[in-house]
């Protein structure tokens, strides 16, 4: 009999060890290796800055490395699309914004994913957007502008087809008779540095982007797009002062999570990203960012998204926008 014990005595230890590793592994307190967190935008613009400023402060909070992964491209379609495909394990997280959740569905048929293919972890901030013109072109104000705009053609940056900024082109052309055309970048970052070398005369991202440009005195403000003005630009008129009022824009970021993910994980996250964004010293940074910090539950974040989906319709239809299929660049 102890020959025989001897001899099975290897097999039943390896049989213990692999049943038991994968018990020890469920047991370990969540999270217990690297997050990575989406971002759809290029490095260097205003939302990548904040969540590469966030990126320490959370990893410290967690007790694990977060790690911030650029998938830019398509109006924020190539991050989604890599956001979804994640396993859901609570160890990708996903930057979403305005186009990702409420107006790419609106306007392309075959996306490669839906915004089912997500559950809301919290709202992250608004930003405030403001619209401007290279310091080469004469235009001083709003008012300029559309005369200017009307008399000779005019480029804008956009973050390509179906962008709020293309929605925006689309409603200046139609409202004013205009001429301008939308070119497509990767995010706010290269839109401000175009705009500054007036290889395109106007934009209209997050103030954040464009404060440099400002001060150097290379990019001219002419609203924002906030109801009052920002205290960042107080000398800039709001849209509704400039006679931009009939067109509605809310920009945000928040983050999602692949579908399907632990409900421990989500609420982990949100619990730690709420504490951080109110952080007085982290919310005055988000101040100086030119956004409004918003955080808050999954369930307010999910009622968020569909009152935007709401707004989102009213904005397609005033811009005269058609919908169109999807196609990604080769």
């Known amino acids: ?20 590793a994968p018990h020890s592994a469920q ?20 939302t990548d800055v904040i969540l590469r400023a966030a990126s320490p402060e959370l990893s410290q909070r967690l007790g694990q490395p977060v790690v911030i992964e650029n998938r830019a491209g398509a109006n924020g379609i190539v991050g989604a699309q890599a956001c979804a495909a994640a396993a859901p394990d609570g160890y990708t997280l996903c930057a979403v914004y305005h186009a990702t959740m409420s107006f790419n569905p609106l ?24 619209l401007v013109a290279s310091s080469a072109t004469p235009a001083r104000s709003v008012e300029e502008l559309r005369r200017l705009a009307t008399t000779q ?14 929605l925006l082109v689309s409603w200046l052309n139609n409202q004013w008779g205009a001429n301008i055309t939308g070119i497509p970048y990767r995010g706010g970052g290269p839109i401000a540095l175009a705009v500054a070398a007036n290889e395109i005369q106007l934009g209209n991202m997050g103030v ?42 809310r920009g945000w970021w928040g983050l999602v999570a692949p579908a399907g993910t632990p409900a421990e994980a989500v609420n982990r996250i949100n619990a730690e990203v709420n504490r951080l964004f109110r952080d007085p010293a982290f919310a005055d940074f988000l101040g100086r960012q030119g956004v409004q910090p918003q955080p808050g539950t999954p369930a307010e974040f999910a009622a968020f998204m569909a009152e935007d989906r709401a707004g989102a319709e009213a904005l397609i239809r005033l811009s005269n926008q058609p919908r169109t299929e999807y196609r990604p660049s080769p």
């Open 153 to 166: 053609p005019l480029t804008f940056g956009t973050l390509g087809g179906g962008s709020l900024q293309e």
């Open 27 to 46: 047991a370990q307190p969540y999270p217990s290796r690297p997050l990575r967190v989406i971002v759809p935008i290029a490095p260097g613009s205003v």
């Open 107 to 130: 306007q392309f048929d075959r996306l490669p994913y839906d915004p089912a293919s997500f559950v809301p972890v919290t709202n992250l901030f608004l930003l405030t957007e403001v």
């Open 1 to 20: 009999m102890n020959k025989i014990i001897r001899r099975l005595l290897p097999a039943l230890l390896a049989s213990a060890m692999a049943w038991g």
């Open 208 to 249: 954040g982007n464009f404060l440099g440009g400002i001060q150097a005195g290379t990019v001219r403000p002419l609203a924002v797009t906030t109801t009052r003005r920002s205290p960042l630009l107080p000398e800039t008129p709001t849209f509704g002062e400039a006679g931009l009022g009939g067109f509605p824009s």
